[in-house]
């Protein structure tokens, strides 16, 4: 069964410093997507960045990059240059393409950036 | 561009009341879904819908149902409302079925059941 492990309850990191999200998914399908939302304290849920499976670069959107390791099963977060508006709950998700329509979400990460 | 509305953005209902949360889409997406998140947890999926007359159950449909006689609407109804069911609850959407496509979500309902 397709399960996400968000593994850091939460994590602090300096202003201007880079920050790492763990992510690691158990499938058995050959092809799906892996998504990291944000969520903010007013509770929206922003859409940051994207990975497919196929996919041989790493994902990036402007200080946002996944850290894709298919063989170990881990779509990890990196934030460069951390800013405090990067304050904020993180989910990772994913979606498998075969025929199923949903998507799982793993706990999530706070993440609390430090003037 | 208005993407995914909910409403109400909050409410407060008595154990056993009944309601029903809106939820409507002006991106013509045939994928829908309810979620709902507990304090300090991720999202389970109560229903989802990939197109009009088409639903079915999620992780927790339990004390809720769904309907979705257009694309634009998917309301979510709760029957006799319990304290189990207070929770954040975030209306999706997605464009099509293929497993690239992140969902657009509303800004959520915060619903206490006293």
């Known amino acids: 069964a397709q399960k996400i492990t968000q593994t850091q309850p939460g994590m602090f990191v300096q202003e201007k410093e880079a920050v790492t999200l763990d992510c690691t998914y158990d499938t058995s399908d050959q092809s799906y997507g892996l998504f990291w939302y944000k969520q903010p304290s007013s509770g929206e849920m922003i859409f940051l960045i994207y990975?497919?499976?196929?996919?041989?670069q790493n994902a990036t959107e402007g200080r946002y990059s996944l850290n894709f390791q298919k063989a170990r099963k881990s779509a990890n977060l990196v934030i460069s240059a951390s800013q405090l508006g990067d304050s904020a709950m993180y989910f990772c998700a994913m979606r498998e393409g075969s025929g199923t329509y949903k998507y799982i979400f793993g706990t999530g990460t706070r993440l609390k950036v430090l003037a | 561009n208005a993407g995914v509305t909910q409403t109400p953005k909050f409410r407060i209902l008595k154990i056993g009341q009944s309601m029903t949360l809106q939820c409507t889409q002006d991106?013509?997406?045939?994928?829908m879904y309810w979620y709902r998140q507990d304090p300090g947890m991720g999202l389970k999926l109560i229903y989802y819908s990939v197109g009009a007359g088409i639903t079915d159950k999620g992780e927790v449909p339990n004390g809720y149902n769904v309907s979705r006689s257009t694309t634009e609407d998917f309301p979510l109804r709760l029957e006799l409302a319990a304290p189990s069911q207070t929770s954040v609850y975030f209306c999706a959407s997605g464009g099509s079925g293929l497993f690239n496509q992140p969902q657009h979500f509303g800004d959520g309902t915060r619903l206490s059941i006293l």
């Open positions: 991106m013509n997406h045939n994928y």
């Open positions: 990975q497919g499976s196929y996919d041989e």
